[in-house]
C-alpha cells in the first residue's frame, strides 16, 4: 500500500518568514495529492492540492509543487502569518475508482509562527 | 448550511463498555470515511464506505464496527474489542462522483468527537 512521509514534524517561524513542508510517497500510481490544515480542535480542512499532471500550483500565498520522477511534493507559505499557526497534513491517493478514494496522510506538522 | 456534524464532542466511558459515535452529513456525498488520530500518528483510516449499505475496512479495523444504512448517516461503534480506544475520532465524506465538476477527492472532514476510556 501507499506509505506518505512528512517532514518536519516540528516547524517554528517568524512573521513574514517563509514555511516549507516536505512529504515523499511510495506508489508511483498515486496521482492525487492535498494538502490539510487542522486547527485545534477542529477537523482537517483543504487548503490546496495538485494532480500529477501539473508540476506546480499555487493559491495566493501558498503554493504546493510535485516531482512525479522523485515521488516528493511540498508545500510552500509566503509572508506567513500568526493565523497559519496550525498542523499540516500532506496525502496521496489514486484517482476515482474501485478502492481508490481512499487518502493515505502522512504525520503531519505542526506550525508555529511567532509574532 | 451544509456540512458534517459529529456528536457529541467529547464522550467518556469505562473500561469494557461498547460505545457508538454519530456522523451526519447533508453534502449528498456518496462516500463517508473514519479516521482514528492519535498525537504524532497523523490520520489513520478504520472503515470507509463509497454507497450505501457498502463498507470496507481501512488499515486500523480491528475492534470497531460500522453500519451505512442511509446516505447521509455513518455512526462507527468502538468496541470492547479494541485495545486502545483512547482518541480524537474524525469522520470525512466526499463526492466520488464529482457532479456538478465537485472536486471529487475532496474529503470534508467534521469537527470530530473525542473519546476517552476510564
Known amino acids: 500500500g501507499e506509505n506518505v512521509e512528512q517532514h518536519p514534524s516540528t516547524l517554528s517561524v517568524q512573521e513574514g518568514d517563509s514555511a516549507v513542508i516536505k512529504c515523499t510517497y511510495s506508489d508511483s500510481a498515486s496521482n492525487y495529492f492535498p494538502w490539510y490544515k487542522q486547527e485545534l480542535g477542529k477537523g482537517p480542512q483543504l487548503i490546496i492540492d495538485i494532480r500529477s499532471n501539473v508540476g506546480e500550483k499555487k493559491d495566493q500565498r501558498i503554493a504546493v509543487t510535485l516531482n512525479k520522477t522523485a515521488k516528493h511534493f511540498s508545500l510552500h507559505i509566503t509572508e506567513t502569518q500568526p493565523e497559519d499557526s496550525a498542523v499540516y497534513f500532506c496525502a496521496a491517493s489514486k484517482d476515482r475508482g474501485g478502492s481508490n478514494y481512499k487518502l493515505t496522510f502522512g504525520k503531519g506538522t505542526l506550525l508555529t509562527v511567532n509574532p | 448550511d451544509g456540512g458534517i456534524t459529529q456528536s457529541p464532542k467529547y464522550l467518556f466511558r469505562k473500561e469494557g463498555q461498547n460505545v457508538t459515535l454519530s456522523c451526519e452529513q447533508n453534502?449528498?456525498?456518496?462516500?463517508m470515511y473514519w479516521y482514528r488520530q492519535d498525537p504524532g500518528q497523523g490520520l489513520r483510516l478504520i472503515y470507509y464506505?463509497?454507497?450505501?449499505?457498502?463498507?470496507q475496512k481501512g488499515d486500523i479495523a480491528e475492534g470497531y464496527s460500522v453500519s451505512r444504512e442511509k446516505k447521509e448517516s455513518f455512526p462507527l461503534t468502538v468496541t470492547s474489542a479494541q485495545k486502545n480506544p483512547t482518541a480524537f475520532y474524525l469522520c470525512a465524506s466526499s463526492n466520488p462522483l464529482g457532479f456538478g465538476g465537485a472536486n471529487y477527492n475532496e474529503q470534508f472532514f467534521g469537527p470530530g468527537t473525542r473519546l476517552t476510556v476510564l
Open positions: 464506505s463509497q454507497i450505501v449499505n457498502d463498507f
Open positions: 453534502l449528498n456525498h456518496d462516500a
